[in-house]
Structures are given as C-alpha cells and as structure tokens.
C-alpha cells in the first residue's frame, strides 16, 4: 500500500482493493480499543469492505446504511391483511355499540390506529426504498461511497483501475490522534 498520509480531519490512502480490505480490518481493530460507541463499531463493520466483495457489494451497503433507518411502527405492524382485518372488525363493533346504546369512540380509535399502523410501516417501507434506489442509480454514481458516524466517517472511492482513495474523518481530536499514531508507519 501507498503510504498512508494524516490529514487535519484524519488519514487518506490509496491502494488496492486488497490493500483496503485489510486497512479496514485493522480500523476495526482500533475502533474496538478507542470507540466507546459499541453500535457504531457493528455498523461500520456491517459497511466495511471485505476481500471476498467488490464495489457493488459497498454501493448496496453504502446505500442500506444512508435510507431511513427501521422504525418501531414496522415492528408493529403485523401485515396489510392482518391491520385491515383487525380494523374492519372494530369497526363492526363500534356499529353493534351505536346499536346497543354504547359509545364507539373506543372501538374507532382502535380501528384507526391499525389504519395508522398500516399506513405507518408502509410509507416507512416505500421512503426506504425510494431512498435506497436514489443512493444507487444517482448519488453513488458521482460520490465516493461512504459511512458516517457521530465519531468518524469514511469515504471510498475508485480512482483508476485497481486502485481506490480510502479516507477516514475522525471528529474527535484524542481518537484521530490515537488512530494516527497507531496507523504511523
């Protein structure tokens, strides 16, 4: 590999794909040691490039990691079919409660949160794939691929064939002085 250059804001290199399969690896490594944030670490090691992958494989990743993120009302949601049902059945019972002298308001509350439910995980669903189709067939297509976290982010971009720009940001300034050190040839 190339030497590996420290920048204000963290490290730039270029090398081969294999070159930056391995950097990444021992990113990872010293993530492990300085980073307190133990989801950061599974994200980035979700994202990182592997030997065994190629550019497509971080473009789908790159692309997954920057849409919308999963939200509790998917886990909620239990199918259009099911919400639907459920919603419909509440509302016969609100009608069987006007019929008896009852209030529905209960019963049509319950209905339209499973309308809402329903609503909710779908439009989540059809903005993550909106999203990740734009990320992929637009953004990727004039951007390096990258990663962001509160505490670093990464961009990887191919240069020329075989070769690709590594860069890594590091906010904090103990970090990227620990990962400069570390990483000092």
């Given at each position: 590999m190339t030497?590996?250059?420290?920048?204000?804001s963290?490290?730039?290199t270029?090398?081969?794909?294999?070159?930056?399969?391995?950097l990444?690896i021992?990113l990872e490594n010293?993530?492990e040691?300085?980073?307190?944030d133990?989801?950061?670490?599974?994200?980035?090691?979700?994202?990182?490039?592997?030997e065994?992958?190629?550019?497509?494989?971080v473009?789908?990743?790159?692309?997954?990691?920057?849409?919308?993120?999963?939200k509790q009302?998917?886990d909620d949601?239990?199918g259009?079919?099911?919400?639907l049902?459920?919603?419909?059945?509440k509302?016969?019972?609100?009608?069987?409660?006007?019929?008896?002298?009852k209030?529905?308001?209960?019963?049509?509350?319950e209905?339209?949160?499973d309308?809402?439910?329903?609503?909710?995980?779908?439009?989540?669903d059809s903005?993550?794939?909106?999203?990740?189709a734009?990320?992929?067939?637009?953004?990727?297509?004039?951007?390096p691929?990258?990663?962001?976290t509160?505490?670093?982010?990464?961009?990887?971009?191919h240069?020329?064939?075989?070769?690709?720009?590594?860069?890594i940001?590091?906010?904090?300034?103990?970090?990227r002085?620990?990962?400069?050190?570390?990483?000092?040839?």
């Amino acid at each position: 590999m190339t030497d590996i250059e420290k920048t204000n804001s963290g490290l730039k290199t270029v090398g081969s794909w294999h070159e930056i399969t391995e950097l990444c690896i021992e990113l990872e490594n010293l993530f492990e040691e300085y980073v307190e944030d133990e989801e950061e670490i599974d994200r980035y090691d979700d994202w990182r490039p592997r030997e065994e992958e190629d550019e497509k494989d971080v473009q789908e990743k790159t692309a997954e990691e920057a849409a919308i993120d999963h939200k509790q009302i998917e886990d909620d949601f239990e199918g259009t079919k099911e919400e639907l049902g459920d919603a419909e059945k509440k509302l016969i019972e609100s009608l069987h409660d006007v019929l008896n002298g009852k209030s529905p308001v209960e019963d049509l509350q319950e209905a339209v949160k499973d309308i809402e439910i329903l609503i909710g995980a779908k439009s989540v669903d059809s903005i993550r794939k909106i999203e990740e189709a734009i990320y992929k067939r637009l953004m990727l297509k004039f951007n390096p691929y990258y990663f962001d976290t509160e505490d670093f982010s990464v961009n990887l971009d191919h240069e020329k064939k075989g070769e690709y720009v590594f860069c890594i940001n590091i906010t904090d300034e103990a970090l990227r002085s620990h990962i400069q050190e570390e990483l000092d040839p």
